[in-house]
Structure formats: structure tokens, C-alpha cells
């Protein structure tokens, strides 16, 4: 059916079109032989196409543009049919004697924009005239179209000021009023297009509406582009005439297009003069008007109009703009009963936007912002519109673009608040642009105080906010959330070791909570970060010695103890084993031999207990051995036990070349370099020659195993080995 | 051949011109027969002043029982054709009994005649004033001649002429308020006004006014009416809503008017009415006439 419908308005289109090409062709004519009279006639006729009620707005367009051009041929004629003596008020006078309305009207503003042009009369005066004629057509699309060509002829010819029609003292307010009242008759015609024909048909009537609203709109276009507009006719009567329109005609799609033209059309300078009106139509809107999106809009304007040039920017001091647009908004949020949550949510970051780019030192404005929003959000619970979630990403996201600087956002108490509001998966992305904020920035987190605050707000990805959630998240999406928590571990730092203990202090409390997921990825950053400070107050203690210092490298040992030993609830042996020997590295810098070796012992406990891989085994013993080798702070009763653990393992492996490696590399322990007290050649030499057993071994079993002597690589390590101490003195003879 | 329709032919020819004929504004008459001539304008009051030239056909004399010339003004009724009431009748006697031999002219004047009614021509009845010679032939049949001309009067402008205001409507419908800016016009003249929509709960079209002229013959039993319509002028295209105005401006001049006419003789009237005509949707028309009184202002050019 709606095929049909379309079928045959293509069919009155073209029987429409060829109506009017015919008595466009006997106008020529008409016209080329100078003949007025038959011009007249075949043009009405003409003209009596655009009388049909059968084409939709589109359709009709594209015929008014025909006759459009038809008239611009016409006006040519009367132009010239003036020069050659017709007086122009009788051919005003004769158009008039047409029957029909229509094109009676298309005439009479075609021969008015010829009597403006002719300066017989004031152009104010035949505007006027025609603009009151104009009345006659109150069929809404007729009237649109008509009053649109009125328009369209009359552009040009506005007394404007400067302009050659320009007329007395109040020039620039005829033009004014002469287009705000083509504008006024417009949206009426325009509005009751809404209220006319049967219901069913709405919602094809609102897309025809949306088809002729640029119609409606152009009027606001020439008003901004009138000369004689200066700041105080806009405010005095150019804004509240629009605007009393724009709100009595209670039309959704009108208000909205039009308060949208309205921001668009005239200049940045007069919105914030006039921001006061502005807003306060607003909430007199109709609660269905998406007015979000206009405030956005104007908002949006603003801002970049703030961030245009500095020299603006006390303008917007002196008038007040912020405390006007929160007001406004907090008004027209309360007005709109059932505005969605992101629309709310929208303008709160939109006018949060706009405080970035003006006030971007009141960090009060901003938070005033957020805590506005947490108000409206209350009660709500969690939120699971995506869009306003989204709003809410770009309401945060936005302060720390502008700041580049956490500190800032921690400042704002009610940051965290609106975060809570977010759905667990937004809120972990939300806690990721955040630390990646301050990557970028490479912004150090300097007090405990804040350290805290940050933890609060990245919760997310702490710990487990709902126990009883099973984590769904992807392996590699978790993993890489916890790579920057570590990541930003390390951003934790302060020259000021007291603050930085306190910071410890707070990062530890923090991590623990994460549980045994979690720990695995911050528990190794932690300890880098204590032992970093550690080796700072060790350095410290050497440049000023005597003083008292409030925390001393044996509380952050004993803090890492007990961090490390939590990984053992994961369990992540190999790890805590890595990070234990660390801690004794650290320890033995310090000269604090006890520490050392308890480290030491609770790596060794590891290795027993939790360490079963032969694989992990191999690697962590070469570790053991590496870090032990390089440990002088131990007694020799100390060090006695720890090595002879330690080549005890080594003998134990599972694999022969294995051990035999292990023993070669435990030769290592009784000789260091530059302790002299240290170089044991006889336990060097006894090593070696055990290392040779092995590899002896290893060769045998593989002969039998594969019939095959297998290869020598393991004597070569040794040799290497033997030529190595040999140099140093440490063997005495070679077998 | 020339011979024989030499026989049927009138045996003079009468020529009638005006004193001032050159000069004098002439106007366009129809004729019986549909075609349009000019012919000479007078008022009352007027001298009408010419001469007659006979002229017999040549070679031929002409005898005759006098000659005169006659000036009348006649009302024909068209239900009664044919049948002229004369009004007006005034006679000059121009020759006593005689005969012509050759061309002779005679000069007539009638001073200040007095010619109350204009000229009309309508769709039931005709005032014409006519100029008659007649050559009276005793046995032959007379020789008679005709010279139409026109007689308009002028009338000065009223010196009272309200408006016409009147609020119309059908209950809980439609109210209207419609305003002529005058009673009385001029045949030039504009029609300014306006409609103003006080309720309009139905769907309407359009709004036309219309002129009407309603020209009444005859008297008592025998009065026959017709009424005309002469313009129809678009005022609205499309349905209003409650508080609108539309503006009226219909100029006058285009259309064929007369001034109102009351009580020719006691023959015939002449009346206009402005007739404001609403049309809805469904093509009913509501529609409120109102009287006008039209009149003939003296042209300033």
C-alpha cells in the first residue's frame, strides 16, 4: 500500500511538473514579447501547481524549486518592465488582482522584492505589507514553502544597517522584526503540522516535519547574520522573542531543533551574555525534548570558545558562568521527571568539560560536579545502561586528561563515589585509565595519604569486589590488569624514606587483600619497591650516621617476611623462594646476618618442601648457589651450614648432568675473590673431583641406556672449571 | 446588380456627430448583437450639441413630411423585449415637410438635459439613452437613425461611511469576526479588512469573498430577481487555528461594476453584496453576505 501511495505521488509530482513547464513556456513566451498581461496570467497559472495538497513535503520541494527559478526569470521581467516605465506600484497593485491566494502571494512577494529594490517605497514598509499578506496561507506546507521564498527574496533586502535599504533610526529593528515575525508564523504553521490528520499517521508526519525544518531554522540563520544585531538587541529582543516562542509552541521537535539552532546561529559571546535567558528556557521545556544534547551542545561551544583565546576567559569570570549552568542544569534535571540516568550523567560531563576548559584551578567546581552526579546516582545502585556507564568513563576520564596529574583527581572527594556506581567491568577499566594516566604522566604518588585514596579508587582491581562473583575474566585480560597494578607499585615514591615507610606500610595493607590471584603480581613489585628503600636508608645511614631514623632496614625486612610468606597461600614457591633470596642479598648489604639467614632458611624451606620439579629444582638451586656465593656477611658457622645445604641439594638432583652442574657451580661458594678468608681450594678441588664422579656417571648410564658413550660437554664444563681456579690458585694439581 | 440592391437601400444617409465629439471621452457600449463599440460619454445636466448631416443617395431626392431628432432615454425589460419605456423624451424639429436634393445638415443642441439614471446594461434590463432622427415619409415608411451614448453619474464621496463589523458563527463551531473597512465604495476602489477566527472546530478548506450583484426587476407579484456573481477572490487556503487573522485586500477595479442603483423608475435596482464564503473539508460552505452600496466618484485624471 505504501508502495502505491508512493507510486502515485510520483505520478501528481510529474503531472505537476508538466502543468508547470507548460505555462512556464507560455510565460516566456509572454515575456519575450513584452506582453504583461498574458505574463501575469500564464504565471498564476503557473503557479496554481503548488496548490496541490497531494505531495508530500520532499516532493513539494522539488516542485517549488521549478517554480522557483520560473520566478527568478519573472522578477527579471518586472525589473525590466519598471525600467521601461511601468510604474512598479500598479504592477504592484496588478499582481494583486490574481483570484486565487497562492500564487496571488508568490506574485506579490516577486514584484515586492522589486519595489524594495526600486526604493519607491521604504523597504521596511513593503515587507511589512507583504509579510501581513502573507497570512492568507495557512495550510502548513503552502505557508512554509511560501514564507520560505519570502524570505529567500526579501535576504538581501533587509534594512539592515549598512545595507543600501537601510531606512531611519530604527532600521536594524525592522529587520529584526520582520524576520522574527516570518520565523514566529513559521513554527506555528510548522507546529500544527503535528496536530493535523489522523493519529496513525505520526510518525510519518514527524519525519515530513523533520524534512522542512531547515525551512523553519533559516530564519534564525538570517537573524545572525543581520548587521544591526548587536549584543543589546540580542538581549533585548532578539533572545526572549525566539525564545517565548520556542517555548509556548510546547512542540518537542520544534523545541529541540530550534533551542539547538538557536546555540548554533549566533555568536559564542552573546550565549554567555545572555546565558541567564538562555538557560531559564530550559527547563520550560517539554519533558520530552532531549535537552541534554542542547545544553551538551552549548556547552560544548563554550568551551572550546574558553579554550579559542586566554583573552576571553575573564568574560566568562564576570558573568558567571558556571554557577549559571550548574543551576540550570540541576533545574532542568529536576524538571525532566524521567530523563534516563546518562542523560543526567551526560550533562554533568559535559558542564564538567566546560569547567576543565574555564576554571580549570577550581578543582571545588569540579567536585561540586561529581558530588552532583553521586546525588542523582544514589539509590540507584549499580548501574547497567551501557550508555550511561560510558558517560560516566568520559565524566572521570575528563579530569585526568586536563590535570595529567592524579594528585588532582585524589583530591576531588567525590571521585571515588562516582566510581562506585560503576559495574565491576567498568570500574576495572576505569581503574586502568587511571593507572595509565599515570604512567603516562610518569606521576609519582608521593604521600601515604594519597597512596591510600588511589588504592580506594582502583579497588577494582585490588581485590575481589564481590566474593561470591567468579571472576569470568579472560586469563590475559586479568593478567594484564594486574601487570600495570604492578606497574604502578613502582609509581609509589617518595624521596622522604619515613613517608615512604608509610607508604609500605599502606601498599602492603592493600595488596594482601588481593588474594592468592592477585599476589603473585604484586607481591614482586612490593618487595622491589621496600628493598629500593632499604638500600636508600642503608646509603643513608653511611652519609649521616648517628641520627635516629624511624624506620630502619629491619622493620622492612621483617615487613617483607611476612609479605613474601603470604605467597605461599597460592602457592607460588618459586617466586617467594626468588624474592627470599633477594631479601638476604639485601640483608647481607646491610651486615645484618641474622636477617640474612633466616631469609636464607626460609628459602631453603621452600626449596624442601615446595619445591618438587626437578626442573624448578635445578633453576632455584643455581640460584640458592648464585646468591650464597655472593653473601659475606655470614660467619663461617653460618655460612658452613648454608653451603653444605646447599651442595647437599645439588648431589640430590634428579638428573646426573644436573647435579653434576650444581656441584661444579657449588665449587663457587668456598672461594671468593676478594675475601681472602674465603678460599678454601681443598673443598674447591673436592667439588670438581665430585662433579667429575658424576659426569663419570652420567657418561656410564648412558652408554648403557643407549650404547652410546654420549657426549663429553660435561668434562669440557668441568675442565673449564678446573682452568678457571687455576688461574686463581685455587688447585693445586690437575689429575 | 447595383441597380437592384440600390432599391433596398435606405434612400439617404444620416450622419450624427457630436459638437465636441473629438474631444469628448468615449467608452465602450455592448450592443444587442454582442459587439462592443465606442460610443460618446455624457452626465446629466450635460448640453448635448451636434449636427445631422442627410445625405441622399445620389442623384435621388428625398420628400419628406419633416425631420426632427429626438432624445430619449429608455428602459427595456428583456422579459418584455422590445418594448421600450421612455423616460426621457425630447424632440427638435429640424425641417418643416419637403424635399431633399442634396446633402444638408442641421444643427441640434439640447441644453442641460436632465439624465437621472446611468446607463445599464444588465442581465434582466437595459437603460440606454439614445439620439433618434427620424425623416418622416408619408406612404414610403419613415427614415429613422440611431446614435447610442452613455450617461454616467457622479456622485461625491460620502461624507459618513462606517465600517462593517459583525461577529458570526455557529454555536460551539465556529466564530468568526470579519471587518470591511467601509460601507460604501468606490467602482476603484480596495476592500480592506480582516478576519479574525475566534473558535474553529471544523476542518476548513479555504475562504473565498465574493462580490454579488442581485439586480431586481419588475414590481410587486412581478418582481424577478437574478443575482450574479462577479468576483470570487481567494482570501485563505488551508485550516486556521482559533486567534488567527487573515488579511483582506480585494481591489475593486477589475471587475465590471456599477454603481448601486435604487428604484430606477420604479422599474429596476441595482445591489451589491460582499459575500465571505467558508468552505471545510468536506466541501460544505458557510458563508455571511453583507450589503455594500457602490458609487461613482468623479475621475480626478
Redesign the interface.
Known amino acids: 500500500m505504501m508502495a502505491g501511495v508512493a507510486e502515485d505521488e510520483e505520478k501528481w509530482l510529474s503531472a505537476g511538473i508538466t502543468g508547470l513547464q507548460q505555462n512556464a513556456f507560455y510565460m516566456h513566451r509572454a515575456l519575450d514579447s513584452n506582453n504583461l498581461k498574458d505574463a501575469l496570467k500564464y504565471s498564476a497559472q503557473m503557479l496554481s501547481e503548488l ?1 496541490t495538497s497531494r505531495l508530500s513535503p520532499h516532493k513539494y520541494y522539488e516542485l517549488y524549486m521549478r517554480a522557483f527559478d520560473e520566478l527568478r526569470k519573472l522578477e527579471m521581467f518586472f525589473k525590466e518592465e519598471t525600467n521601461r516605465g511601468c510604474s512598479i506600484v500598479e504592477l504592484y ?1 496588478l499582481v ?2 490574481a ?4 500564487p ?1 502571494l508568490y506574485l506579490l512577494c516577486t514584484v515586492g522584492s522589486v519595489y524594495i529594490r526600486s526604493k519607491e517605497a521604504p523597504a521596511k514598509d513593503v515587507l511589512k505589507d507583504l509579510i ?2 502573507c ?6 506546507v ?2 512554509l514553502f511560501l514564507r520560505s521564498y519570502l524570505s529567500q527574496v526579501s535576504r538581501d533586502k533587509l534594512p539592515d544597517i549598512g545595507s543600501e535599504y537601510e531606512g531611519d533610526a530604527d532600521t536594524a529593528m525592522d529587520a529584526v522584526e520582520f524576520v522574527l515575525q516570518n520565523f514566529t508564523e513559521m513554527n506555528k504553521l510548522w507546529v ?1 503540522m503535528q496536530h ?1 490528520g489522523p493519529a496513525r499517521d505520526k510518525e510519518k508526519r514527524e519525519k515530513e516535519r523533520s524534512e522542512l525544518r531547515d525551512l523553519v531554522g533559516k530564519n534564525l540563520h538570517v537573524l545572525g547574520q543581520i548587521e544591526g544585531v548587536d549584543l543589546d538587541m540580542y538581549r533585548e529582543t532578539v533572545l526572549p522573542r525566539v525564545l517565548e516562542q520556542v517555548v509556548n509552541c510546547k512542540d518537542e521537535i520544534a523545541q529541540y531543533y530550534l533551542m539547538d539552532c538557536v546555540i548554533q546561529v549566533f555568536p559564542d559571546e552573546y550565549h554567555l551574555q545572555t546565558l541567564e535567558t538562555l538557560l531559564g528556557a530550559c527547563p520550560q521545556l517539554q519533558p520530552s525534548v532531549d535537552i541534554k544534547t542542547v545544553l551538551a551542545g552549548l556547552m560544548e561551544r563554550l568551551s572550546n570558545y574558553a579554550a579559542s583565546s586566554a583573552e576571553v576567559l575573564p568574560t566568562f569570570f564576570q558573568v558567571e558562568a558556571f554557577a549559571k549552568l550548574n543551576i540550570a542544569i540541576g533545574k532542568v534535571i529536576e524538571a525532566q521527571d524521567d530523563m534516563p540516568i546518562y542523560g543526567a550523567v551526560t550533562l554533568y560531563a559535559s558542564l564538567l568539560t566546560f569547567t576543565l576548559h574555564v576554571h580549570p584551578d577550581r578543582l571545588d567546581y569540579v567536585d561540586q560536579i561529581l558530588g552532583a552526579c553521586v546525588k542523582k546516582l544514589s539509590g540507584k545502585g549499580k548501574l547497567n545502561d551501557s550508555k550511561a556507564t560510558k558517560q560516566i568513563v568520559a565524566l572521570l576520564s575528563a579530569p585526568l586528561e586536563k590535570y595529567k596529574d592524579i594528585d588532582t583527581a585524589l583530591k576531588l572527594s567525590n571521585y571515588p563515589h562516582v566510581m562506585e556506581y560503576l559495574d565491576n567491568g567498568t570500574n576495572k577499566e576505569m581503574s586502568n585509565v587511571i593507572i595509565q594516566s599515570i604512567m603516562k604522566n610518569r606521576t609519582c604518588i608521593s604521600t601515604a595519604e594519597k597512596v591510600e585514596a588511589l588504592f580506594e579508587l582502583i579497588k577494582g582491581l585490588i581485590k575481589d569486589i564481590d566474593e561470591n562473583l567468579q571472576d569470568e575474566l579472560d586469563e590475559e585480560d586479568f593478567k594484564e590488569e594486574q601487570n600495570s597494578v604492578a606497574r604502578l607499585i613502582q609509581m609509589l615514591y617518595t624521596d622522604d624514606t619515613e613517608e615512604m615507610m608509610k607508604i609500605i606500610h599502606t601498599v602492603r595493607k592493600h595488596i594482601l587483600t588481593g588474594g592468592p590471584k592477585r599476589l603473585p603480581f604484586t607481591v614482586p613489585p612490593f618487595a622491589f619497591s621496600a628493598l629500593k628503600l632499604v638500600r636508600r636508608l642503608q646509603s643513608q645511614n653511611e652519609n649521616v650516621s648517628g641520627e635516629e631514623v624511624a624506620a630502619t632496614p629491619k622493620d622492612i625486612f621483617q615487613i617483607l617476611m611476612q609479605t613474601i610468606e603470604a605467597l605461599s597461600s597460592v602457592p607460588a614457591p618459586e617466586l617467594a623462594l626468588r624474592l627470599y633470596l633477594q631479601c638476604a642479598e639485601a640483608a647481607n648489604d646491610c651486615d645484618l646476618e641474622p636477617v640474612a639467614y633466616e631469609f636464607f632458611t626460609q628459602a631453603y624451606i621452600l626449596y624442601e618442601e615446595e619445591i618438587s620439579d626437578s626442573k624448578a629444582q635445578v633453576t632455584s638451586i643455581h640460584l640458592i648457589i648464585g646468591t650464597l656465593q655472593r653473601m659475606h656477611a655470614f660467619g663461617v658457622e653460618n655460612r658452613d651450614t648454608l653451603t653444605h645445604k646447599a651442595t647437599g641439594y645439588s648431589s640430590k638432583l634428579l638428573k646426573k648432568p644436573d647435579q653434576c652442574r650444581a656441584v661444579y657451580a657449588c665449587s663457587h661458594l668456598f672461594w671468593l675473590d676478594e675475601h681472602n678468608d674465603m678460599k678454601d681450594g681443598e673443598r674447591v678441588m673436592l667439588c670438581l673431583k665430585r662433579a667429575l664422579r658424576i659426569a663419570n656417571a652420567a657418561q656410564q648410564m648412558a652408554n648403557a641406556t643407549r650404547g652410546s658413550s654420549g657426549s663429553v660437554v660435561l668434562f669440557i664444563e668441568i675442565l673449564n672449571k678446573y682452568l678457571y681456579f687455576y688461574e686463581k690458585g685455587g688447585v693445586a694439581d690437575y689429575r | 446588380m447595383n441597380y437592384i440592391i440600390g432599391a433596398f437601400k435606405p434612400a439617404c444617409h444620416i450622419s450624427i456627430t457630436f459638437f465636441d465629439g473629438k474631444s469628448r471621452k468615449q467608452v465602450p457600449s455592448k450592443k444587442e448583437n454582442g459587439q462592443t463599440l465606442m460610443v460618446p460619454l455624457f452626465q446629466s445636466q450635460e448640453n448635448i450639441v451636434g449636427k445631422i448631416s442627410i445625405e441622399p443617395v445620389s442623384g435621388k431626392k428625398v420628400e419628406h413630411n419633416g425631420i426632427k431628432v429626438e432624445l430619449l432615454g429608455q428602459i427595456e425589460m428583456y422579459f418584455d423585449k422590445g418594448n421600450f419605456y421612455d423616460f426621457t423624451s425630447l424632440v427638435r424639429e429640424l425641417d418643416i415637410p419637403g424635399e431633399l436634393y442634396e446633402q444638408k445638415t442641421y444643427p441640434f443642441e439640447f441644453s442641460s438635459v436632465e439624465m437621472p439614471y446611468e446607463t445599464y446594461n444588465g442581465v434582466n434590463v437595459r437603460l440606454r439613452y439614445v439620439l433618434k432622427v427620424t425623416i418622416n415619409r408619408g406612404y414610403a415608411g419613415s427614415i429613422v437613425e440611431y446614435q447610442d451614448f452613455v450617461v454616467r453619474n457622479y456622485t461625491p464621496p460620502p461624507s459618513i461611511n462606517n465600517s462593517i463589523k459583525m461577529e458570526v458563527g455557529i454555536e460551539d463551531c465556529l466564530h468568526i469576526e470579519f471587518e470591511y473597512n467601509k460601507s460604501k465604495y468606490h467602482l476603484k476602489d480596495v476592500i480592506i479588512g480582516k478576519i479574525y477566527f475566534l473558535l474553529v472546530r471544523i476542518k476548513l478548506k479555504n475562504m473565498d469573498l465574493e462580490i454579488r450583484r442581485r439586480e431586481s426587476t419588475g414590481s410587486g407579484a412581478n418582481t424577478h430577481v437574478e443575482t450574479e456573481t462577479l468576483a470570487k477572490f481567494e482570501l485563505m487556503d488551508g485550516a486556521p487555528v482559533r486567534g488567527e487573522s487573515i488579511p483582506i485586500r480585494l481591489f475593486l477595479s477589475p471587475y465590471e461594476l456599477t454603481p448601486t442603483y435604487q428604484n430606477i423608475n420604479n422599474k429596476f435596482s441595482v445591489k451589491y453584496y460582499l459575500n465571505l464564503v467558508l468552505v471545510d473539508e468536506e466541501d460544505r460552505r458557510y458563508f455571511k453576505q453583507q450589503e455594500i452600496t457602490m458609487l461613482r466618484l468623479a475621475e480626478t485624471s
Open positions: 496548490r497593485e494583486q488582482h483570484g486565487n491566494i497562492l496571488r501581513e499578506m497570512r492568507g496561507i495557512q495550510h502548513p503552502r505557508g500544527r493535523q
